[in-house]
Each structure stands twice: as C-alpha cells, then as structure tokens.
C-alpha cells in the first residue's frame, strides 16, 4: 500500500529557512505527481505545491510563489520542499499527498511552526 513518511518540520524564527522531504514506498513512485499540502489550526487544507511525475513543471500556490521551491528525486523515491523566507502565517501541518489509482493517499504530516 501506499506509504508517504514527511519529516523536516521542527520550529524556525521568521525569515528562516527548512526543508521539508517526503519518502514514499508502495506505489511506482516515479510514474505519479506529487503534492505538498498545508492545514493550518482551524482551516482548510490547501494545496502549497504540486510537482509532475518527471519533475519538469510545479505549480504553487499565490502565498508561497517565489519562496518555496519543490522537487524530487526518482532515484530516491522522495518529494521535498524548500521553504526559505518563512512567514509565521506559514504555520501549519504539512502534509505529503499522491493521487494514484483513483485514491488520494497523505502521510501522517509534520509540523512547521514560525515564531520568534
């Protein structure tokens, strides 16, 4: 089955930087898109970044354009996400997503928090 293991998260001041990855096992990783998505408390969860199954276009979401940066390594079967000039409205859970076989699969999430 599926299996999507986020790690990364932790707690940065404003301004700073992390990397969010994403290992996936379970499905022929390289033949799927994936996704980073983002809930924050008491929010919706919302799509941050979508990249195809080669790499070769990602799509952003308007609040994170031309801060965060997503990408993958077939070779390695992970996702990541580097997020640079973090906002404290960046806060939230996020999550690792793929769309394969009609079901939409998420990992467990890990927690970025942006505070001074």
């Known amino acids: 089955q599926v299996q999507l293991v986020e790690s990364g998260g932790g707690l940065v001041q404003p301004g700073g930087s992390l990397r969010l990855s994403c290992a996936a096992s379970?499905?022929?990783?390289?033949?799927?898109?994936m996704s980073w998505y983002r809930q924050a408390p008491g929010k919706e969860r919302e799509l941050v970044a979508a990249i195809t199954n080669t790499g070769t276009s990602t799509n952003y979401a308007d609040s994170v354009k031309g801060r965060f940066t997503i990408s993958r390594d077939n070779a390695k079967n992970t996702v990541y996400l580097q997020m640079n000039s973090l906002k404290p409205e960046d806060t939230a859970v996020y999550y690792c997503?793929?769309?394969?076989?009609?079901?939409?699969?998420w990992g467990q999430g890990t927690q970025v928090t942006v505070s001074s």
């Open positions: 997503s793929t769309y394969t076989k009609g079901f939409r699969s």
């Open positions: 379970g499905f022929t990783f390289r033949i799927y898109g």
